[in-house]
């Protein structure tokens, strides 16, 4: 019994100096939102220009190629009455054989797109990911907190340190 006093005891102690320390000790944490911090470089806006410019090349294509697909689609609606046998299924595999290029051209833009987009914002994220690293270690901080996506709902302000702006202005 009396064993268990003395650790009880020892705990109480032990438990109430940890909490004096973390009362006292520094900020050990920033918080910021991820997202506005990438969209405040200046590069994210060339990044999306450069996306939507890709996306418009590949949507100009791809009405080209509609386009022709209906072109020839509708010159045998008209000439299938007339045209012998060899030739209208030459006609429907041909118009077959188009339409699957199609959808396979569709599939590989929509991929190139997706990976052009995740190269461009890659190279954005290294380039924070590094600037929050030399932030978290000139103001001490022992980790960086991402305040997207509801991740962290409430941060007590006298403990943690919001780096939003700091971030911001190293990063121009």
């Known amino acids: 019994m009396k064993r268990f006093l003395v650790l009880l005891v020892a705990f109480v102690s032990l438990h109430a100096f940890a909490q004096d320390e973390a009362a006292t000790s520094p900020i050990k944490f920033g918080y910021l939102s991820y997202q506005a911090a990438i969209q405040s470089m200046t590069d994210y806006t060339l990044v999306q220009q450069q996306m939507a410019d890709l996306k418009a090349k590949y949507q100009a294509e791809a009405k080209r190629v ?36 199609n959808i396979l051209f569709k599939n590989k833009s929509t991929k190139e797109i997706e990976t052009a987009e995740k190269e461009a914002m890659n190279a954005l994220k290294t380039r924070l990911n590094e600037t929050l690293s030399a932030i978290a270690q000139q103001r001490g901080l022992a ?30």
């Open 66 to 101: 509609e386009d022709e697909f209906n072109r020839k689609y509708e010159e045998f609606l008209d000439g299938q009455r007339e045209f012998p046998k060899s030739i209208l299924q030459k006609r429907q595999s041909e118009l077959q054989e188009l339409m699957q290029q």
């Open 143 to 172: 980790l960086i907190v991402n305040t997207d996506s509801d991740a962290c709902p409430f941060i007590n302000p006298a403990l943690g340190e919001d780096i939003n702006e700091i971030v911001k202005d190293a990063l121009k």
